[in-house]
């Protein structure tokens, strides 16, 4: 049975139709299986028509004083509410089960609608996404067993791999023979790598991606994120909910407390997890094969790059630093970008723009706004790290931006809550920071009002990173983006707040360069081209009042497309002033960084 609202008011035309109407409707409810459920407004002068009509209705549906709620002039709001929300839960209870959407296909081919299950290329993506979904009961076990490149085998490369740039726990050993070293240790967990075979999920995985019809991959793809998500965030749920329960009783042991948290950063699942997996195969690989341990004829994975770069191609999110171990697998990304630039036939230049800023201060859904993508938004996972979308210009926009393409890259959230208590989360933070502002020639930073005590934190960040990078000759724009501004007249209101801005970024810089050693005193315009007046952008809230109710609000796109509108005024004269990168410039710029 189908629980149906319907809003009905008494027409002010001629009484005649009228009538015609009440009987229309009268009669189709005789003997109708389905619940009605009206919402009568009693207008001004139409109280006779409502309260005729009423009693027809009552006639009609066996209808007593305990089927009607009134509300009166007098009506206390609160009280009648809750009475509402009594009625509807009564409702709900004795309602049949809730059906899934899936299910409901049936009833929209009864009703002469088309539906996607009925189509057989994503019949055919669905098989094949559900091979790898349905086995997943924990995701953390998952992980572990099926995604086993990854985890601590992935953390232990990645600590090694800095370790042979930083060299931090050198001590007395002399270079080379510390280098020598960690070679062999680096080399020794590639062979572990290369010992795992492919599991059954990731078979299916490259089947999905390479092998199907491109309106199938379109398919496997929606369909292998929409069950990941909703995988992951049941998951998250039942972790964020024995989490409560433990806070209630605050003698439970801290030790615990400490594992809930790590369960919960280890139990995010995408598709990226799956393209990171495929990533170190190809990475375990190329390393056997360069130390000599592995004929070229006998790899197996020289294939994933090009299959990487198609899925770029065709505006797919490519991880670019891997946010669980803070670090790029720099092998697979040049690779992957190399294979790009070769289907791309040389012509690559690319701008490059990043956004940078607190967790849940609206990045992604910007980016999405401004560019039309489709980076995750507030999917229940805690996904980390950076990830790059490709934009391509238009070929009569191209002579004017002086690009063939625009390199899109979304950060995760700094001073994220489920990172804050482990140990290395300050330096990793700054990592991120000084990476993709480093590689940009755009940074915007996005603050959200109700978080404005976290942004002093995020622009020492910022301003470290953009100080490392006038050391090397780069110095990359800055756009300060504030959401959640409700004040049509933000920008004159705020003079004084962009002037006290300036002085904590000056202040910011001069202990910045303390702490890196320079000799001069420095301000931040030394360090980066920044107009009190141009790069500040009052953008207000998604959404009126709280969503999933709330309206979308109308300014929050016009205000997007004014910052987009400038944004490309600001990449004209860039491409003027300097040539673009490259894909092979850029993977330069990466491997100093």
Not at 49 to 72: D, I, M
Not at 365 to 387: D, E, H, I, P
Request: a neutral charge; proline letters at 3%; one cysteine or more.
């Amino acid at each position: 049975m189908r629980d149906i609202v319907r809003k009905w008011r008494p027409h002010s035309l001629a009484e005649s139709r009228g009538f015609k109407e009440e009987n229309l409707l009268l009669s189709s409810l005789r003997g109708s299986a389905t619940k009605y459920y009206f919402i009568f407004s009693n207008q001004a002068g139409k109280s006779k028509e409502t309260l005729r009509f009423l009693k027809k209705l009552a006639l009609v549906l066996k209808l007593n004083n305990s089927h009607v709620l009134q509300k009166g002039s007098g009506t206390n709001k609160a009280e009648f509410v809750k009475a509402l929300q009594s009625a509807i839960a009564a409702v709900m209870k004795s309602s049949p089960k809730g059906v899934s959407i899936e299910a409901m296909a049936e009833t929209a081919r009864q009703l002469g609608i088309q539906v996607d299950e009925d189509n057989k290329n994503c019949q055919s993506a669905c098989k094949y996404v559900k091979e790898i979904t349905v086995p997943i009961k924990d995701v953390a076990k998952y992980k572990r067993e099926k995604l086993r490149l990854q985890g601590e085998l992935w953390k232990n490369l990645a600590e090694v791999e800095k370790e042979m740039c930083l060299m931090k726990r050198q001590g007395d050993i002399p270079v080379e023979k510390y280098k020598s070293q960690l070679k062999e240790d680096l080399l020794k967990l590639r062979v572990q790598q290369n010992k795992h075979d492919l599991t059954d999920g990731l078979t299916t995985f490259i089947i999905g991606i390479e092998q199907l019809s491109p309106m199938e991959k379109h398919y496997f793809l929606k369909w292998i994120k929409f069950d990941l998500d909703h995988i992951a965030r049941e998951t998250l749920s039942k972790l964020r909910e024995q989490y409560k329960e433990k806070c209630k009783n605050s003698k439970d042991d801290h030790k615990k407390f400490a594992e809930l948290d790590k369960l919960i950063s280890a139990s995010s699942l995408g598709v990226e997890h799956f393209m990171r997996e495929l990533g170190q195969f190809y990475e375990a690989e190329h390393s056997m094969v360069k130390e000599g341990k592995l004929a070229e004829i006998q790899r197996q994975f020289t294939h994933l790059p090009g299959t990487a770069a198609d899925l770029m191609l065709e505006g797919f999110p490519m991880e670019l630093i891997d946010g669980d171990v803070s670090t790029i697998p720099l092998q697979w990304v040049t690779d992957v970008l190399t294979e790009l630039h070769t289907k791309l036939g040389g012509r690559s230049k690319m701008l490059v723009l990043t956004v940078l800023g607190v967790q849940s201060t609206g990045k992604s859904t910007l980016l999405n706004t401004m560019f039309g993508l489709q980076f995750a938004v507030s999917s229940g996972r805690c996904t980390r790290g950076a990830f790059m979308t490709l934009i391509k210009v238009a070929e009569n926009f191209r002579q004017e931006l002086g690009c063939d393409f625009i390199l899109v890259i979304d950060t995760e959230g700094l001073k994220a809550p489920e990172l804050a208590k482990l140990e290395d989360s300050y330096e990793h933070d700054n990592e991120l920071a000084t990476l993709v502002v480093g590689l940009s020639d755009i940074t915007i930073v996005n603050v959200a009002m109700e978080n404005a005590t976290e942004m002093k934190d995020v622009l020492q960040i910022v301003v470290h990173a953009f100080l490392r990078m006038e050391e090397i000759g780069q110095k990359p724009n800055c756009q300060f983006v504030h959401q959640n501004v409700s004040d049509v007249s933000a920008h004159e209101q705020n003079m004084r707040d962009r002037k006290h801005l300036l002085e904590q970024l000056d202040e910011m810089t001069k202990a910045a360069a303390n702490m890196e050693k320079k000799c001069k005193e420095m301000k931040f315009s030394d360090i980066m081209d920044y107009d009190l007046e141009k790069h500040n952008w009052y953008i207000p809230a998604l959404w009126h009042g709280v969503p999933p109710m709330a309206p979308v609000n109308m300014g929050y796109s016009e205000k997007v497309y004014e910052l987009k509108k400038y944004l490309f005024e600001f990449l004209k004269g860039c491409s003027q002033n300097r040539s673009p990168k490259d894909i092979p410039q850029f993977l330069e710029w990466v491997k100093s960084l």
